[in-house]
């Protein structure tokens, strides 16, 4: 899709756990070649707010939009792994790699995910199994993601080997085999010493000079301040405040949701 193309739509998103509202009719959106950021303090529904993008959780209500094939589509009710043929790609909140498995093989099984469907867990613990093997062509494709990333040199190495930084590089590269337009990142800076973030933020700016589209959930200000072109920021469920991450930083009601809590 073009630059500034609205690729991802989320009207009045909303979740209910029981009485609790995880999400509360949220709304913002997702332009192609943007990295937008999603803050807020514990508990306001950022990661919530993923599974639903991802359909890991159904809504409760309101509905979400992915560009694909020329158009907006609702995808609310589509199962993840339909979600992730249509282009969406995802990392999560904590690195889940199979640490005695190689760098390459760790890739893989994004590339698995691509050509066959199914879900991470289940992919792995097949694989782990050895009911399911992992053919040439998808070690090829997981290959050419690794030189995306700048991983190649390591990809022999036992997974578990690597540090933090390089692990969460290599999460990156297996949600780029599922060939996605929309990259969702969970915290992806989380316990990164401070090069391991500059160097991680280097490679989401490549991404996105090449046309991805970046949704990325961070506690670290300074990293979400340097990289983001647009921030939205949540508290108990509801969008307190979106725009510019200069201009949002002084927002008072984020200022209240970060110091006056
Ligand atoms: P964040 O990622 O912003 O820290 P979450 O989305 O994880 O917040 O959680 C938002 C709220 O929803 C919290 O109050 C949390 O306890 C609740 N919650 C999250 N997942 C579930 C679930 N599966 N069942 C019940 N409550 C949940
Ligand atoms: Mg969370």
Redo the contacts with the bound molecule.
């Keep these: 899709p073009a630059i500034d193309t609205v690729i991802l739509e989320i009207d009045k998103a909303r979740k209910q756990?029981?009485g609790?509202v995880?999400v509360n009719d949220m709304q913002f959106t997702v332009s192609a070649g943007q990295i937008v950021g999603l803050i807020?303090p514990?508990?306001?529904?950022?990661?919530?707010?993923f599974n639903l993008v991802t359909g890991v959780l159904p809504l409760s209500g309101g509905a979400i939009r992915f560009y694909s094939e020329g158009q907006l589509r609702d995808i609310g009710n589509l199962p993840s792994r339909e979600i992730v043929k249509l282009g969406i790609g995802r990392s999560f909140q904590h690195v889940r790699l199979l640490a005695s498995m190689s760098v390459l093989e760790n890739v893989a099984i994004g590339a698995h995910l691509r050509a066959k469907g199914g879900d991470v867990m289940e992919v792995m613990s097949s694989i782990l199994r050895r009911d399911s093997k992992i053919e040439n062509s998808l070690l090829a494709e997981a290959q050419r993601q690794l030189e995306r990333v700048g991983l190649s040199h390591l990809m022999q190495e036992e997974a578990g080997s690597l540090a933090l930084g390089q692990q969460r590089i290599l999460e990156i590269a297996r949600a780029l085999c599922c060939d996605p337009t929309l990259l969702l990142l969970d915290e992806p800076a989380a316990g990164l010493r401070y090069k391991e973030k500059q160097e991680l933020a280097e490679l989401l700016r490549k991404l996105r000079d090449e046309g991805m589209s970046i949704l990325l959930?961070e506690h670290d200000m300074d990293f979400v301040m340097n990289l983001t072109d647009h921030l939205v920021v949540?508290e108990f469920?509801t969008k307190i405040a979106e725009g510019l991450p200069q201009e949002v930083q002084q927002h008072p009601a984020v200022l209240e949701a970060y110091l006056g809590g």
């Design positions: 756990f029981g609790l995880a807020g514990n508990g306001a529904g950022k990661s919530t707010m959930v949540m469920g």
